[in-house]
């Protein structure tokens, strides 16, 4: 996660799009090992994730939002009878997309781990 979470962050100014890809790549990621959404693309984990009530319902319609938002810098979309038009990803979509990310390292790694440690050190004599 580490080396993805770096790059999308180091090409954030040059291609704020492809920035979100990496984004989204991080969080089929993370939400395969840590969310045990063993589903086969990120459109379906998504879906499974925010039908799963163990998680916040902020953290699961975040992840709905970033997958959007990966679906639009990832795809040539042309509009449908509603839509007017495919909105553009900019560098405050994709800043926000990897400022999620850091959240979901806080709920599926180092909160666990913080809370594992205190519970250990609590049953130490």
């Known amino acids: 996660f580490k080396t993805d979470f770096q790059e999308a962050g180091s090409i954030l100014e040059l291609s704020a799009r492809m920035s979100a890809v990496l984004a989204g790549r991080i969080l089929a990621d ?73 959240r979901l390292f806080d709920v599926f790694i180092i909160a666990p781990a913080r809370d594992e440690a205190m519970k250990k050190a609590m049953e130490e004599p």
């Not at 994730?49 to 953290?59: A, G, I, L, P, R």
């Not at 449908?80 to 800043?95: F, H, N, R, S």
């Open 30 to 102: 993370l939400l395969e090992q840590y969310a045990n959404r063993p589903e086969f693309q990120l459109g379906g984990k998504v879906q499974k994730f925010v039908e799963d009530t163990n998680y916040s319902s902020q953290v699961r319609t975040n992840a709905k939002t970033l997958n959007e938002i990966r679906r639009w810098s990832a795809h040539s979309q042309q509009p449908t009878d509603d839509q007017v038009e495919i909105p553009d990803v900019g560098l405050k979509e994709a800043e926000w997309t990897l400022d999620f990310i850091e």
